[in-house]
C-alpha cells in the first residue's frame, strides 16, 4: 500500500485532487496533514481575494493560464467565486526604453495577451478585450469611480479577474472530499527522518511516525523547517492591509477591474462584502531564525521562517509597509485616504530566484517530492495544477507545455550562494528588508537596501 502526506494549500489539496482521480492511484492510500483546521487562516491560499489574469511575461504560464481560466469561468468559480472585472495594470514613471524591469514586465505581458492568446485590442464597449491607456487620463477612465491619479499608462485586460480565495479553496476541498479516497488529519510535521536516500519517517507533534512510499511536501513557506532549501526558495513576507466600507462604495467601487501597478507592485482588489484590500507584491521581508538542521540531525541554520497572527496575535505590518499601503490607498482612492485598517496581515510567499515553482522529485531522497516556491503567483492555477504536478510525479510530458513547465520547475543544478533568496523576477519595494528590523522602526522611516 502507498501512502501520501500532503500539506493544504493549493499546492497540496489540488495535489490531492488529481491523485484521487488517476486510475494509477487508485489502490493508493492518500493522507493530507496539515498543521491547523482547514481552511488554515495564515496559509498563503487563504485570502479574501486572489488576482486572476494571464497577463505573464513568461508565455509559458500565460498559457498555463489558458488551461485554468476556463475552469474559473465555469463551476469551480460559481457562486461568486470568481469575478472577471478585468486587471489594469499601469506604470507610474520610470523609463520606456526597456531595460526598465516594470516596463518590460508590461510590455512582454502584453505581447503575450495578444499573440500568444489571441485577445482582441480595442475599446470594450466596441467588443475590445484589452485596452491600452496611453495617458494618465486613459488610466483616470477606466479606474473612474476610485476618483484618483492611478497610473499613467498600461492596459487593461477586460478578460482577467480575481477568485474569492478562501472560498475556492473550500470549493476544492469539497471536491476532494467527494472523491472519498484522501483521509485528512489535522496534524502539524514536527520533521521528516531521512535515511541516506529516502524519507523514513514523517513524524507529528506527539512523536506519531508516519511512513509512505512517497511523501508530498507542500508546505509552502514553511518547508524549510522540513527540507534545506537554502538557496533554492526562501520565504519573504508581504504587506496586505483591509479597511471596511460602506454599501455606497462597495457599489461604486465593487465593479471595478483590480488595479496592479508595476512600478512600486501595489495593488488594490476590488471590495468584496464592503472590504477593501490593498496590498504589495514585493520582495517582502526576510525573518531569518536559527532552526535545526532539517535533514542533519544536531546541526543549526539560519533561514527565513514565516511569522505570522498565530504565532503572534499581535502582530501588525511594519511602519514602511503600512505607509506604502496607505499612500497608494491615498493616491488612487483619495476619499478613503484617512479610513483605518480593520486589519493587517503579513502573508508569506515562498520566494525562488527567477519565480518558477520547485515542482520536483528531491534529487537525493528518491520518495520525496516537493510542491512549492509559488512566488507570489499559484493561486491562479488551483483548477489545475495538481494535474500538472501529479504529470511530474510519474514522470509523464503530456505535451509541450508540460515539458517546458517540467524543466522550469525541476530542482535547481546550482544552489545560489547566498542562503537567502531574494527573487530577479519581477517585484516593487525594496530588496533586502529583514522583519524584525522592520517592525522596530518608528512610522515612516525610510529601510536601506541590504542588496
Ligand atoms: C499576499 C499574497 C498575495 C498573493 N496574490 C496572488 C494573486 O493575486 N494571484 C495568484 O495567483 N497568487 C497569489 N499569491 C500566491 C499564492 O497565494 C501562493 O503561491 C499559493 O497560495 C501557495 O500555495 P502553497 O500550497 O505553496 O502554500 P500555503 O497555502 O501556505 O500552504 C501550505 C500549507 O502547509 C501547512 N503547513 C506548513 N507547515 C506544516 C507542517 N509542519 N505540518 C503540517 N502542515 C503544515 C500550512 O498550514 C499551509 O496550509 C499571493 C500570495 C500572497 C501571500
Redesign the pocket.
Known sequence: MLYHAL???????STAYALAQRDAFKNTSITL????DF??P??????S?????PDYADPAYAALMAEAHPHWRGDFGAEGRYSEAGLCLVQDSGDESGDNAAHYYLIKALENVKSKLGLKVGRREEGGQVELLETPDDVARVTASMGGDCGRRGYVNWTSG?AD?EAGMRYLRKSVESTGRVQFRT????RLHYDKDRVETVELVGGEQLTADLVVL??????Q??VDLRGIASATG???AYIDITQEEQDRLGGNPTLLCETNGM?I?PPRDRVLKV?R?GYGYANPKTSPHPERPGETIKVSLPRTKQDDPNLNIAPEGDKACRDYLAKCIPSLATRPWTQT?I????DTPVGDWLISYHPTYRNLFV???????????LPVIGERIVDLVMGEERDELGAELGKKWKWPAQRREEDQVWTDDWRGGVKGMILDEELAKVDGAVPRSRL
Do not use: N
Not at 500539506?7 to 489539496?13: A, E, I, K, P, T
Not at 496534524?187 to 514536527?190: D, I
Not at 507542500?218 to 518547508?223: F, I, Q, R
Open positions: 500539506r493544504s494549500g493549493v499546492f497540496g489539496l496533514l496539515e498543521r491547523l481552511p488554515a495564515d496559509a498563503a491560499s487563504i485570502d481575494s486572489r488576482i486572476i489574469r480575481w480565495a496534524a502539524k510535521v514536527t507542500a508546505t509552502g513557506a514553511w518547508m523547517k522540513l508581504q504587506v496586505l495593488f482588489i496590498a507584491h496581515r502573508c508569506w510567499y515562498s510542491a512549492t516556491g509559488g512566488s507570489g503567483h499559484a493561486y491562479k492555477f
